[in-house]
């Protein structure tokens, strides 16, 4: 599986983003997809996971209610729909696939390139 994570950029806190990753591959569904970020000087934190038919979804407490993760597997895509941004968001965001259920980063097989996401104040 090949990701491609895209959508970033440069946003004002309050404002929305969305964030897409495509994948490559005919196993798509088959794939629990995450989000994780990296904020500059910490470690690589969970976002959120969507199972594979996207019935099941998860977020880490600091997005809860702020964060939406979708899915489209006839597309081959998973979104992260970003709302009231807060300057603590800013990170490079990477979505990743897991063959499991988790909220950790060493479960996850295959991770896309990374979209920087800047919320200025």
């Known amino acids: 599986v090949q990701l491609q994570a895209s959508g970033g950029g440069l946003v004002q806190a309050g404002d929305s983003l969305t964030l897409s990753c495509a994948a490559s591959?005919?196993?798509?569904?088959?794939?629990?997809m995450g989000w994780f970020r990296r904020a500059p000087g910490k470690e690589r934190e969970f976002v959120a996971y969507i199972s594979g038919r996207g019935i099941s979804t998860y977020y880490a407490d600091s997005v809860k209610g702020r964060f939406t993760i979708s899915r489209d597997n006839a597309k081959n895509t998973v979104y992260l729909q970003m709302n009231s941004l807060k300057p603590e968001d800013t990170a490079v965001y990477y979505c990743?696939?897991?063959?499991?259920?988790?909220?950790?980063?060493?479960?996850?097989?295959?991770w896309g390139q990374g979209t920087q996401v800047t919320v200025s104040s």
């Open positions: 990743a696939a897991s063959a499991m259920v988790s909220t950790q980063s060493l479960d996850y097989r295959y």
């Open positions: 591959g005919r196993t798509f569904s088959m794939y629990y």
